[in-house]
Structures are given as C-alpha cells and as structure tokens.
C-alpha cells in the first residue's frame, strides 16, 4: 500500500516513538523510508538580537555550536539508519535548514512519498498561533497521506 514512507524527527523525546511507528510501517509494507531531520537557524542557537551588532567571540560560539548541532543531526539520523539496516527497511535519510513544515511537504512531493508520518505535541489556541503546528501545516499542504502521531502530555496537578 505505501511503498515510499517519509518520516519527520526533531529533538524532542517523542520522534524516537515516530520514527520506531514509521519503521514499523516500513517493514510491514515492504517500503521503502526516508528520515528527514529540520534544523531551524535561530533555534536556541543564536547568540542575541539579530537587529544590534554581535561580537565576533559571539558570533565565533554561534558557529561552532551550529556546527556541533548539524553534526549531531547527522549522527542522530546514522544511527536510525543502522537500526533499520537491521531490520532489513531501506532507508534514507536528509537533514535541512529552514521552515519544518514547508521542508517536509516539499521533500514528500520530490521524493513521490505515499505517507508522512509526522509527531504532534497537542499545540493548540495562542500557542499554535504564534508558533505554528508543524503538523497543522503538512496536513493542510501535502500531496500524499498524513499520519499524525500524539505525544503523550503529562499533565502535572496543580501544587
């Protein structure tokens, strides 16, 4: 039934839970899997207010804390490729800069993917508003199936 599975993963706990549900998926289709791994630039990373003059010590850190973050990504997708290897699931992977929810709609179309699996945190109301459902906008934008995946939310009681 879906002989391309592109799955989405981030930092958060929950996309080990996403990608081991896509992985299954795979191995039950027979499909074919592509991880891919979003950086945003600014996330958590920048060194300050991108409008006022940054040292160039700053700017030096910045750098070598992007660089370490990319690397990490590539690691972090190398060992979902070898866990799937073992699992004999064909699988590809790609990390990218820029807008997650733009990024994975448009790889799905390039690489004619019959399912996204993506995670969704239950971001809802303001929060939603200001920023965005990653989620929310590859349901709305995408060519092929979504399969949306929730993260379990403790809820702690109130002291």
Not at 16 to 35: I, P, Y
Not at 47 to 64: F, V
Not at 101 to 128: H, K, P, Y
């Amino acid at each position: 039934m879906f002989s391309k599975i592109l799955v989405a993963i981030d930092d958060s706990a929950s996309s080990q839970s996403v990608f081991e549900q896509a992985l299954a998926l795979a191995k039950l289709h027979q499909s074919r899997l592509m991880v891919l791994h979003v950086l945003i630039a600014a996330d958590n990373l920048y060194p300050g207010d991108p409008y006022i003059g940054i040292t160039e010590i700053a700017m030096r850190a910045y750098w070598e804390r992007w660089q370490n973050t990319q690397q990490e990504g590539i690691n972090r997708l190398k060992a979902l490729e070898t866990k799937a290897i073992a699992l004999g699931v064909a699988l590809e992977f790609t990390q990218s800069v820029g807008d997650p929810g733009r990024i994975i709609c448009q790889l799905a179309e390039t690489w004619e993917s019959n399912l996204i699996v993506v995670g969704r945190r239950g971001v809802s109301g303001i929060s939603e508003f200001f920023g965005g459902s990653v989620s929310n906008y590859v349901l709305h934008h995408t060519p092929c199936h979504v399969l949306t995946l929730q993260d379990i939310v403790t809820v702690k009681p109130y002291p």
